[in-house]
């Protein structure tokens, strides 16, 4: 039985189609707003360090599961342990709790783009006109829906097109098409004029802006990109063949996502210095900001098409991981053709997903814990439940799960990468469960409850 699952075609291909995965709206739209929230170059350093010490080991732990258990997220812990089974069901339904406001995001950027390329771009002026334009259209009840709408049936189609057909041969496409383009337009802007201020923001650590919170942005941005805490990677890897070197795959996976992250970042600094933006605009740096930038080029069209194409590509590869994840298991699980459990699926997404536009504008006075549905989910899934994703991955692998499990994912049955085994194993056991408990925690709110009552025991 497990000899006939299907597996990735070339070398390159685990490579290409996890970093589709981990590059999405993750590294051109987050990364770069919360870079600039937090000080820019100081940013990027801790970001780094964070992924060295949690996303490293996380990622090469969760492609060691996969490519042990060749299982959906749900089978393969239950395959390992039953009592951890809860840790594929979380794996299971939290790509839903993402993809209801993912699906939205990346629908505005399909508007975009049909916008750059019909050329009304050039209405997008000044960043009062932005701001008007986008809300006039995420408001607007039928627009928003229908560019999420045409995002689902994208990924669908293509997950419906199965792992080689689909995943691979798109990710082997769209990765270096992305890689190109994001290329080009961080020449553009890096050339702008005063566009060198935007580089010595982004690469010149500035530390009087770092505070405990930087630290916690930056673990929280480095699970979302790269696409861990979820189980994404271990359906990914249940894929992967007996011999592909998982070290060199994760280092490769997190090597290319960090580069899109800094590239993308190179993109948007130099422009929002050149136009005399502030960095820390927040999540609105991309659809209010970068138009009017697009405007002080030449062929204003052709640069606002090619950088929404990309933002679009990026978000789709990512799109089609998370629906991968819930295929994988229901097709497998309650023994269906990938072509019915992917209907279903993608059933459910149009309702959740049209009702958290919809939350977006008219829908904006239902609130439930004061937040609409698109904030809710939003915010559900980095303070909740990849922090706790993460955690129980690590403290499952790092302390539960047999050891020669990892030892084997990692040497491959050989001698080589020793060393790298036996480091992973210290950062999953030790390290990253008290770094990510420091991150839940704050995310609940513990330490300004603690601050609270530690000023009021002063008084
Ligand atoms: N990493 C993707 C991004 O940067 C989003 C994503 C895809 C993701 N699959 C995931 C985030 C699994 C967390 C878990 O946009």
């Not at 979302?224 to 805490?229: A, C, H």
């Amino acid at each position: 039985m497990k000899r006939d699952r299907v597996t990735l075609g070339g070398k390159l291909s685990a490579v290409l189609v996890a970093a589709g995965s981990a590059v999405g709206l993750g590294n051109i739209w987050r990364f770069p707003y919360i870079a600039g929230e937090n000080g820019g170059g100081a940013f990027l350093l801790i970001y780094i360090f964070c992924i060295m010490l949690l996303g490293f080991p996380v990622l090469l732990a969760e492609f060691s599961i996969g490519r042990h258990t060749r299982k959906n997220a749900v089978g393969a812990y239950r395959s390992l342990s039953k009592r951890w089974t809860f840790l594929g069901y979380n794996a299971v339904l939290s790509p839903f709790v993402i993809l209801g406001s993912y699906f939205v995001v990346a629908g505005w950027t399909l508007e975009y783009l049909v916008v750059s390329l019909t050329g009304g771009i050039t209405n997008y002026v000044s960043s009062a006109a932005n701001e008007q334009l986008f809300n006039d259209f995420a408001i607007s009840p039928v627009r928003p829906i229908i560019y999420t709408l045409i995002f689902i049936v994208i990924t669908h189609i293509i997950i419906v097109m199965g792992v080689r057909k689909g995943i691979e041969r798109s990710a082997k496409f769209l990765m270096p098409l992305l890689l190109v383009v994001l290329a080009v337009l961080a020449v553009r802007s890096v050339t702008l004029p005063g566009g060198t201020e935007g580089i010595k923001f982004f690469f010149k650590p500035d530390f009087s802006k770092v505070t405990a919170a930087t630290f916690l942005n930056a673990m929280g941005q480095s699970f979302f990109s790269l696409s861990i805490g979820l189980g994404c990677m271990i359906t990914y890897a249940s894929y992967f063949k007996r011999d592909t070197n998982l070290t060199a795959t994760t280092s490769n996976v997190i090597i290319l996502d960090t580069f899109v992250a800094i590239l993308a970042s190179t993109v948007i600094f130099p422009a929002v210095f050149s136009a005399g933006i502030a960095p820390e605009a927040g999540a609105s740096l991309v659809f209010i900001t970068l138009p009017s930038i697009f405007n002080t080029m030449q062929l204003p069209w052709l640069w606002s098409s090619a950088f929404f194409l990309l933002l679009g590509v990026a978000a789709l590869t990512s799109t089609i991981s998370l629906h991968e994840v819930i295929t994988a298991y229901v097709s497998e699980e309650w023994h269906m053709s990938r072509k019915k459990a992917a209907r279903i699926i993608t059933g459910l997404l149009i309702v959740l997903a049209s009702a958290a536009s919809l939350s977006v504008g008219i829908g904006r006075d239902y609130t439930l814990f004061g937040m609409t549905l698109f904030d809710l989910l939003d915010s559900l899934t980095a303070d909740i439940l990849l922090p706790i994703g993460g955690l129980c991955t690590a403290i499952f692998t790092g302390w539960f799960m047999d050891r020669r499990i990892l030892r084997e994912q990692i040497t491959n049955g050989q001698s080589r990468h020793l060393f790298v085994y036996r480091t992973v194993a210290i950062l999953l056991k030790y390290v990253c469960p008290v770094l990510l408990t420091v991150i839940f925690l704050y995310n609940l709110g513990f330490f300004s409850l603690l601050t609270n009552i530690f000023v009021s025991l002063q008084h």
